[in-house]
């Protein structure tokens, strides 16, 4: 949950970016930093804590200069300390970078600059940034090749900005995947750089957003973008109104567009601060305090929730029976209280809800209290009340979901769930140690995944053109992917007014096939994992019945090509992160059919984004 600001022009550099920091803060508040070019030299200012910190350093040392970059963080890699706070800067003194995202190839990164004599001052990602920029100035290069020959070699989604103090008129900024944006607002004669919208709105309303692996070269005057293989790029330049809303959904046309497409970033700023990538440990011992006595005592966990809730728990099952091995319950939350459940000191109660206010939800757990269980929550909304009455709560720093079909915060709360297996199978000590090492290790790559499915959404706008005059679809998974499946009808009920049924795909002959027919399109989710030949055969007998099959399918699989009309391709993902991956297309399809129907996308007619009342 990073926040980056850059500023260049006549101005002085240091409030621009402190003012932005500012309205970035929710993005990160373990550490904060800046950089400035100062007579020559790079000046960095830099302290763990809030903000507040580096504006008292920034008054007890002044710093000022027309080129600057600025940094609030969230750590990934290393504790939130001065040492690991950004900016970075490297041996010679000539190189500055921020950066927001994870290197996935960091250790394999590091290994090679250190066996050159690389000296890392920090426990961070971000500095083989520094050594890899330094690397190749170091050998004659610009700013600007050094920057594309170094962003090239990271693995995983970035936002970066760096500057030079060979080159003092000018600084780069790059987006690779989709974790982090990078915006680009241009000014009279003089540019800023920021990773959201409100850090420089109050300066420019005329902004210029990268697509991933874009760079742009920013001076005073103006910028220039290409791609990371050198190809120049014309962008254009988006004039964002002078109201809350307008500049809240920037370059998208309905907030749920946005939230879908700040998935990747948003499950990296969850993951923030929990995962150390390094040792490959889970640390969330100050969110769910429970001590290892009473985990080793826990005999069951009961997940209570409702609607998109409701499924990522089902997800949540999986991930902690497979993972902790520990037997999971789900229950819908406005049920629960009303079936009198079997409940001790021996189990621990689950809520997960968006809002942190669904009255249902909150019913459960005050239910679970007084029999006594360990209560716990995941939500969004901070300082809610399932957050305030919980013995512990995992937040899920989804940030603010104004869409009224959830989207981001199902995500998240999936890796919250994630996280808290991870965390349990460690303190039990029920994992393979090798096997949870290289389950935590996955999740490093999981932004990337989710981003490049996001990368490839040319099709959906001519899929919802064939589809979105149907009545009537069935959704089949199996597995993990079941829940998926029941996920998007959901979306594609709410927001589309379509009626949508998820089932489980061994289900289908026990009723539903009767309804499949040239009419009802059937999706599947039909990736390549231990029940792949199962949805192959349900893709069968869909078509046998004259169904229109769109198929969910790892990338390459020409069987499923074959078999069905329209596929839509997910990368090769770990089998425990997969729901992560197949749910994008899913919440792309309902979107795209929604627009097509001329739906108010973000106010489905009926639905409200807190329940609050039974």
Known sequence: MCGIV???????????????????????????????LQ???????????????LEDLVRTRPVSGH????????????????????????????????????????????????????????????????????RYIGAGMTLESAARQAFSQLRGSQAIVAFSVREPDRLVACRIGNAGGVTVGVGDGEMYVASDIPAILEHTRQLVFLESRQMAVVTADGYTCQTLDGAPISHSVHTIPWDPVSAAKGE??????????????????????????????????????????????????????CGTSYY????????????????????????????????????????????????????????????????????????????????GCIPMHAGPEVGVASTKAFTTSIVDQYLLACYLAQLRGTADPAVLRQQIADLARLPDLMGSVLD?????????????????????????????????????????????????????????????????????????????????????QAKARNGVVIAVATEGDALVAAKADYVLYVPQTPEL??????????????????????ADVDQPRNLAKSVTVE
Not at 582 to 591: D, E, F
Request: net charge negative; proline share 4%; aromatic share 6%.
């Open 312 to 391: 990522s728990g089902l997800v949540g099952k999986a991930l902690i029976e497979r993972i902790a091995r520990i037997p999971v319950e789900v229950a819908i939350g406005s049920e629960f209280r009303y079936a009198d459940p079997l409940i001790d000191d021996t189990m621990a109660v689950l809520a997960i809800t968006q809002s942190g206010e669904t009255v249902d939800t909150l019913a459960a757990m005050e239910e679970a209290r007084e029999k006594g269980a360990l209560v716990w929550s995941i939500v969004n909304a901070i300082g809610s009340q399932a957050m305030r009455v919980a013995d």
């Open 577 to 598: 992160l997969s729901p992560l991956v197949t749910v994008l297309p899913l919440q792309l399809l309902a979107y795209t059919i929604a627009v097509w129907r001329g």
């Open 456 to 540: 490839r959404t040319e099709q959906y706008q001519e899929l919802a053109n064939h589809l979105h005059q149907y009545n009537n679809f069935l959704y089949l998974g199996r597995g993990m992917n079941y829940p998926i499946a029941l996920e998007g009808a959901l979306k594609l009920k709410e927001i589309s007014y379509i009626h949508a049924e998820g089932y489980p795909a061994g289900e289908m002959k026990h009723g539903p096939i009767a309804l499949i027919d040239e009419n009802m399109p059937v999706l599947t989710v039909a990736i390549q994992d231990h029940v792949y030949d199962k949805m192959i055969s349900q893709i069968e």
């Open 39 to 53: 007579n020559g030299q790079i000046e960095i200012r830099r302290d763990a804590g809030k903000l507040s910190v």
């Open 67 to 134: 080129l600057g970059i600025g940094h609030t963080r969230w750590a990934t890699h290393g504790k939130p300390d001065q040492r690991n706070a950004h900016p970075h800067i490297g041996m010679t003194g000539d190189v500055v970078v921020v950066h927001n995202g994870i290197v996935e190839n960091f250790l394999d990164l590091r290994q090679e600059l250190e066996s050159e004599c690389a000296i890392f001052k920090s426990d961070t990602d971000t500095e083989t940034i520094v050594h890899l920029l330094e």
């Open 252 to 305: 998208y046309k309905h907030f749920m567009q946005k939230e879908i497409y700040e998935q990747p970033r948003a499950v990296t700023d969850t993951l923030r601060g929990r995962v150390d990538f390094g040792a490959r440990v889970v640390d969330i011992e100050n969110e769910i305090r429970i001590t290892p006595e009473q985990a080793h005592r826990l005999q069951k966990i009961i997940i209570v929730a």
């Open 6 to 36: 850059g500023y260049i022009g006549p101005g002085d550099a240091t409030p621009v970016i402190l003012n932005g920091l500012k309205r970035l803060e929710y993005r990160g508040y373990d550490s904060a930093g800046l950089a400035v």
